[in-house]
């Protein structure tokens, strides 16, 4: 590990070890040159692979002929900003620190800069880390309404830092309200590089686009049911380390009680509903479209379900509003009853009453012609016992 050029009086060393620090001496006659070599050597936790969310270890050796210098070490990351370690523990010859947990922006080049007073020591040592993770918050959530499309994504870092191969994962859906897990599907990479993916559940209405972006698992809802709310969650594996991205999905839904045109002078419940509950910044807004103040309503705070009794026909909407952003919004199409169906409302009314009136002195007439036949057959009953009496007199006489 080690060569001369005597022309240049240099003595050449490579793959250093500890060990090799010391003093040189180069003697050249009646010259004696003495060379004191100070020798670092850092190593990384886990060889320098990680998954979000993971705390890396750096460890720190020195060793020198001459009595080893208190250090002092400071960390820039792949983004040049100091980071401030935490010292597990410290001997002279040793240092032992503890990074933040990672974050997949975290990936790159990162530098230790050591640094002593006595002797006079500046030394950058460079280092890379690789961090496999999701690009996602840590905690997404996608509003979406019955009926539509949606599509949710995790983005993986795994191209842009360049890992080759060597982790699994799976996307599971949760649904609300439920402690069942649904396999959706499992992805590896191949050795190219690629993700491949095999769709797992039969029995749920989902699809894998074909075009996505590289890196990225993908699952599509053609159509999304109120029942499809809940957590899908994405985990990777790597050499029996887990790290997972959940989105939530919340989908809203209106309805209308009656359904059918709204008639003068009638009342209608409207009713808009989320299948999930909303954070403290979020509400929900019932408003008519062209309408007045009177016709807005919004919903308190961590209310999921929000009714509006309404008198007047026309464009109703509903606002799921975070922020004072609108995130989704659910329409519903009052009608006004044609003028002619009132007036067969009317009619009907109006027959439905002259014929409860009619039924009435019907039953009144019947009532009384029954009456009357039960006193007749009352009173001949009478005559007959009264005659009857009378003939038993004659004949005892």
Known sequence: RADIKMEYKQLRLWNLKLSDAGIYTCKYGSHEVRTSLHVFKLTISLDGHF?????????LMQNSSSPLPDLSITLFNSNNNRVTPELQSKTRQKYIVNLKKLEAMDSGTWVCQVHSDSPLINQNISFAVKVLGFQNPDLERKYTTVDSTVILSWHLNSQKIKWKEGFTGQLNWK?????????????????????????KTSNFLFEIPEIKPEGSIEVKLPKVYFSHSGQYQCQLEYQGRHVQSKIELVVMKVSANPVGPLSRGANMTLTCQVSGLLPPN?????????????DIKNSKQHEIKLEVNISAAGLWSCHLIEDNDRKISLHYDVEEAPVWINYVIIGASVGSSLLVFALGCLCIISGISWHRRRQRATRMAQARQYLLENKTCQCQQ
């Open 282 to 294: 979020a509400y929900l807004r019932w408003e008519r479209v062209n309408g007045t103040k009177t």
């Open 51 to 59: 998954l979000q969310n993971e705390v890396p270890v750096l460890i």
């Open 175 to 199: 649904q609300q309200g439920s402690a069942n897990t649904h396999e959706l599907l499992d992805f590896n990479v191949t050795a190219q590089g690629q993700l491949h993916e095999t769709k």
